[in-house]
């Protein structure tokens, strides 16, 4: 999957002289965390809404209003910005995003802003991805390492008429196991279980129903 299938497109933005108090507002009313920084057509910097706390005023001051408004963004954004491009794969940007310390990505296509990718569309997209915002039940096992066993787990569902919702594989405790964790559509996995087990795989757990441990 790809960074466009899942980024914001309708992007709130500021300009550096854009005062703290539109800024916040903004990061209210939109209910959003991050806002691009604008000359123009090009991306000057990002700012967050932690960004803007830490130079705002105390709300205790009586004239904090007056004193916040004098604040501009480029007084607190960020001039070094991590940006991710359409067509990168969503795990290359997650990786960007986790070594960068960053709570999100602008997105950049010929020079131009087109998106934004936060923490939030991550997540929601690995939630899709493992299945568990669908009803499911969660079934791991322990595999030997040798070809074969992933396809016997497959063979089984398929004799059972139940689709894997997703399918992970984890290294296992030693270098002669891994983990394999599915979630499947059914709410009552039990003979799937039972059918795990007579082909000679240990099931490991755990085992969750509707999504949920």
């Given at each position: 999957?790809?960074?466009?299938?899942?980024?914001?497109?309708?992007?709130?933005?500021?300009?550096?002289?854009?005062?703290?108090?539109?800024?916040?507002?903004?990061?209210?009313?939109?209910?959003?965390?991050?806002?691009?920084?604008?000359?123009?057509?090009?991306?000057?910097?990002?700012?967050?809404?932690?960004?803007?706390?830490?130079?705002?005023?105390?709300?205790?001051?009586?004239?904090?209003?007056?004193?916040?408004?004098?604040?501009?963004?480029?007084?607190?954004?960020?001039?070094?910005?991590?940006?991710?491009?359409?067509?990168?794969?969503?795990?290359?940007?997650?990786?960007?995003?986790y070594r960068g310390q960053v709570g999100c990505l602008p997105v950049i296509d010929?020079?131009?802003?087109?998106?934004?990718?936060?923490?939030?569309?991550?997540?929601?997209?690995?939630?899709?991805?493992?299945?568990?915002?669908?009803?499911?039940?969660?079934?791991?096992?322990?595999?030997?390492?040798?070809?074969?066993?992933?396809?016997?787990?497959?063979?089984?569902?398929?004799?059972?008429?139940?689709?894997?919702?997703?399918?992970?594989?984890?290294?296992?405790?030693?270098?002669?196991?891994?983990?394999?964790?599915l979630r499947v559509q059914t709410m009552d996995p039990r003979?799937?279980?039972?059918?795990?087990?007579?082909?000679?795989?240990?099931?490991?757990?755990?085992?969750?129903?509707?999504?949920?441990?």
């Open positions: 999957m790809l960074v466009e299938h899942i980024m914001i497109r309708d992007v709130v933005t500021v300009t550096p002289d854009t005062p703290l108090t539109d800024a916040l507002q903004l990061t209210r009313v939109r209910r959003i965390r991050h806002l691009p920084v604008m000359e123009g057509d090009r991306l000057v910097g990002i700012v967050s809404d932690r960004d803007m706390r830490d130079v705002c005023p105390s709300i205790l001051d009586p004239i904090w209003e007056p004193k916040a408004r004098r604040i501009r963004i480029e007084d607190c954004m960020k001039h070094e910005v991590l940006t991710a491009q359409p067509w990168d794969f969503i795990e290359d940007a997650a990786a960007d995003m010929n020079g131009r802003l087109v998106g934004i990718l936060t923490e939030r569309d991550i997540l929601h997209t690995l939630l899709n991805m493992m299945g568990v915002l669908e009803p499911s039940s969660r079934i791991e096992v322990e595999l030997p390492n040798r070809p074969g066993g992933l396809a016997d787990v497959a063979d089984i569902l398929r004799a059972r008429r139940v689709n894997a919702g997703s399918v992970l594989i984890f290294p296992g405790k030693t270098p002669y196991t891994r983990r394999l964790v003979r799937i279980l039972e059918d795990i087990a007579a082909a000679g795989y240990r099931v490991v757990g755990p085992l969750s129903h509707g999504g949920r441990e």
